[in-house]
């Protein structure tokens, strides 16, 4: 069945530093993957897609790495700030649309 | 443009009673999406309508959960009896279509049930 998880529950960062949380997928005919941030109380926000033809997707501070080889994704943060902290999941988009999460990562941000 | 908006924002209810939530997406989105969300784990989709109709609703209880959007505009999502593994927050979400999901969806806030 259609499953994508991450490989660690918890990531604790210096601000400043980059941070990087990992995501595996076991449908390998997935074609677009989508990161996403959920601060405390809130729904997930959106913070930068990547379809399968694609290795690797820049954004504002933010990367995402597709490796379809061992159906691996990972975002990167760059300069992590306090206002980075929050849940991270990745998702990727299965039939009829629909979005499949994975567990999620809290990362926290130590000043 | 207005976000997708969900009531109530917190409830608190005894197991075996009813509760419903409400949701109303971005004006113009056809497709809307009820998904749960146990404390610690991913969002997992309940249903989903395409205006009026269920395109999907196979992880959806249907012996005590029920939604509907008769208008294929707002919808109510509703539990009947309530049980203590309901506890979760409720994500509404939605896009313009179904196959129109780049940059993934547009969710509420959700709706924290707590059963007790």
């Known amino acids: 069945g259609e499953n994508v998880g991450l490989h660690l529950p918890t990531l604790s960062v210096q601000e400043g530093d980059n941070s990087i949380i990992n995501c595996a997928y076991s449908n390998s005919a997935s074609d677009y993957f989508i990161w996403y941030k959920q601060e405390s109380g809130k729904g997930p926000q959106f913070i930068i897609d990547?379809?399968?033809?694609?290795d690797k997707r820049q954004g504002q501070r933010v990367t995402v790495l597709l490796n379809k080889t061992v159906k691996h994704l990972s975002l990167q943060i760059a300069a992590t700030q306090p206002g980075d902290s929050a849940v991270y999941f990745c998702a990727e988009r299965g039939w009829g649309g629909k979005l499949i999460f994975g567990q999620g990562t809290e990362l926290s941000v130590k000043p | 443009e207005a976000g997708v908006a969900q009531s109530p924002r917190y409830k608190i209810i005894e197991k075996r009673q009813s509760v419903a939530f409400w949701c109303n997406p971005i004006s113009g989105h056809a497709t809307l999406y009820w998904y749960q969300q146990i404390l610690g784990q991913g969002p997992k989709l309940l249903i989903q309508f395409q205006n009026n109709g269920v395109v999907d609703d196979s992880q959806l209880p249907k012996d005590r959960f029920s939604a509907e959007r008769l208008k294929g505009v707002d919808s109510t999502l509703k539990i009947q009896p309530a049980k203590l593994e309901d506890s979760a927050v409720y994500l509404c979400?939605?896009?313009?279509?179904?196959?129109?999901?780049?940059?993934?969806?547009?969710f509420g806030s959700g709706t924290r049930l707590t059963v007790v």
């Open positions: 990547i379809r399968s033809n694609m």
């Open positions: 979400a939605s896009s313009l279509g179904p196959t129109e999901t780049d940059r993934g969806y547009t």
